[in-house]
């Protein structure tokens, strides 16, 4: 998805109805139906089925031609909300038991960090009281 999302960035997807997607915008789906492989690419074209049902044609920016097969309303996960470049990186060396001790390591030190922050706070203003 170069150049909007260069490699290694995090996407966060958001749940979309199907009815509200239409091109240009970035989908995530899974390549094969009930699979756990994901794939970002954005959307080229809406078409409609014989019986209704709307697929859609999808291109990575990069790609010169759109992807083979059209994308069914089963394999989508939603459309890009926002994206944190190079995220992905690190969340990917980290895997199983290490990630989830990495997870807990940082959501604790940012707790403390917040603690520690309202604290001080607390205590200068504490301090700044003139007292009578």
Do not use: C
């Not at 059209?70 to 190079?86: D, K, L, M, N």
Request: glycine letters at 8%; zero cysteines.
């Amino acid at each position: 998805m170069e150049p909007a999302l260069p490699p290694g960035t995090m996407v966060v997807v958001r749940p979309t109805q199907v009815s509200d997607i239409r091109p240009g915008m970035v989908l995530t789906y899974q390549l094969n139906s009930g699979k756990d492989t994901l794939v970002t690419h954005r959307v080229t074209q809406k078409q409609f089925l014989a019986d209704g049902s709307p697929v859609f044609v999808t291109k990575g920016d990069a790609n010169p031609q759109p992807d083979p097969a059209p994308v069914q309303e089963v394999q989508i996960r939603g459309t890009v909300w926002y994206a944190i470049p190079y995220v992905g990186w690190v969340t990917a060396v980290f895997t199983g038991q290490s990630k989830a001790i990495a997870i807990a390591i940082a959501v604790g030190g940012l707790l403390t960090y917040a603690a520690w922050m309202v604290v001080s706070s607390l205590r200068d203003r504490a301090r700044k009281k003139p007292t009578s």
